[in-house]
């Protein structure tokens, strides 16, 4: 069984930085790729950034310039650095993997239980 743990999340005022971290376990064939995903209060989940296993990433529009997605597939870990955070991203933050468990399946979405974090001041 895949399991994502997520840390990091809290309160922070406008302006400052929060770091997330998240680590997969359980029987993995391979991993291609991780990301962090954040669902608002009436507001369908949306892609905050991903990292393919190669190395490629991907930014929202609202966040690029100011967080920063790093991973080490090989430990299967990733982090979210965001800096200079705004209220608008007061959220709760999911960390997303594409797993293959079998070289025989492809790959499924795995999530994690989400992180709480709000921007305020």
């Known amino acids: 069984q895949v399991q994502l743990v997520e840390s990091g999340g809290g309160l922070v005022q406008p302006s400052g930085s929060l770091r997330l971290s998240c680590a997969v376990s359980g029987s993995i064939f391979s991993i291609n790729a991780m990301g962090w995903y954040r669902q608002a209060p009436g507001k369908e989940r949306e892609l905050v950034a991903t990292v393919a296993s190669g190395g490629n990433t991907d930014y929202a529009d609202s966040v690029k310039g100011r967080f920063t997605i790093s991973a080490n597939i090989a430990q299967k870990t990733v982090q979210l650095q965001m800096n200079s955070l705004k209220a608008e991203d007061t959220a709760v933050y999911y960390c997303?993997?594409?797993?293959?468990?079998?070289?025989?399946?492809?790959?499924?979405?795995?999530w994690g239980q989400g992180t709480q974090v709000t921007v305020s001041s």
């Open positions: 997303n993997a594409a797993v293959k468990i079998s070289y025989r399946r492809g790959a499924s979405d795995y």
